[in-house]
T-cell receptor
Framework: ETGVTQTPRHLVMGMTNKKSLKCEQH?????MYWYKQSAKKPLELMFVYSLEERVENNSVPSRFSPECPNSSHLFLHLHTLQPEDSALYLCASSQELAGELGEQFFGPGTRLTVL | RKEVEQDPGPFNVPEGATVAFNCTYSNSASQSFFWYRQDCRKEPKLLMSVYSSGNEDGRFTAQLNRASQYISLLIRDSKLSDSATYLCVVKRDSGYSTLTFGKGTMLLVSP
């Protein structure tokens, strides 16, 4: 069973709401990721944190705000989202060594619907 | 050209069939290659890495052709439990943001 958990598993929100997605990894990894998976599109990397510092931000709109308080937890804060932001949001973790990616382990995802 | 392109699906095959998935990548600097499996409404999981010499894991065989920038996955003796979407994943070079996923090819194995 996966060592990466995500809550909530499903979320429906209006465009004016503010919500947060939570990810926790129990694998002792030092890097965590947020991905977006939309219907009929490939997974898109949104954010990467290594040793709790953001090292990559793939031009994600500012209405998505990540937070990594420690190596085991990752949040994605959402505000004033658009309907096109409806997607499956996947968290992943891996062990980085000298900048090299280890295998990424994914959480079950949060299925987000923006009305 | 998309960075990673896969066969459009779905592939519908009977149990016991052999099925092959193809994937092409556009960036010749790509260094590492993987096949992930994603079950319906579940997260992706690493199925196998793809090595230059080709590699086999039970009923699964992965091959890489760097000259043609082409990766394949062969599944022999398909089982019902093989039904899933298979994602081709390419890593360009050292670094964090370099895992690029294909859209995936869905496989449906029927009795």
């Amino acid at each position: 069973e996966t060592g990466v958990t995500q809550t909530p598993r499903h979320l429906v929100m209006g465009m004016t709401n503010k919500k947060s997605l939570k990810c926790e990894q129990h694998l002792g990894h030092n890097a965590m990721y947020w991905y977006k998976q939309s219907a009929k599109k490939p997974l898109e990397l949104m954010f990467v944190y290594s040793l709790e510092e953001r090292v990559e931000n793939n031009s994600v709109p500012s209405r998505f705000s990540p937070e990594c308080p420690n190596s085991s937890h990752l949040f994605l804060h959402l505000h004033t989202l658009q309907p096109e932001d409806s997607a499956l949001y996947l968290c992943a973790s891996s062990q980085e060594l000298a900048g090299e990616l280890g295998e990424q382990f994914f959480g079950p995802g949060t299925r987000l619907t923006v009305l | 050209r998309k960075e990673v392109e896969q066969d459009p699906g779905p592939f519908n095959v009977p149990e016991g069939a052999t099925v092959a998935f193809n994937c092409t990548y556009s960036n010749s600097a790509s260094q590492s290659f993987f096949w992930y499996r994603q079950d319906c409404r579940k997260e992706p999981k690493l199925l196998m890495s793809v090595y230059s010499s080709g590699n086999e894991d039970g009923r699964f065989t992965a091959q890489l052709n760097r000259a043609s920038q082409y990766i394949s996955l062969l599944i022999r003796d398909s089982k019902l439990s093989d039904s899933a979407t298979y994602l081709c994943v390419v890593k360009r070079d050292s670094g964090y943001s370099t895992l690029t996923f294909g859209k995936g090819t869905m496989l449906l194995v029927s009795p």
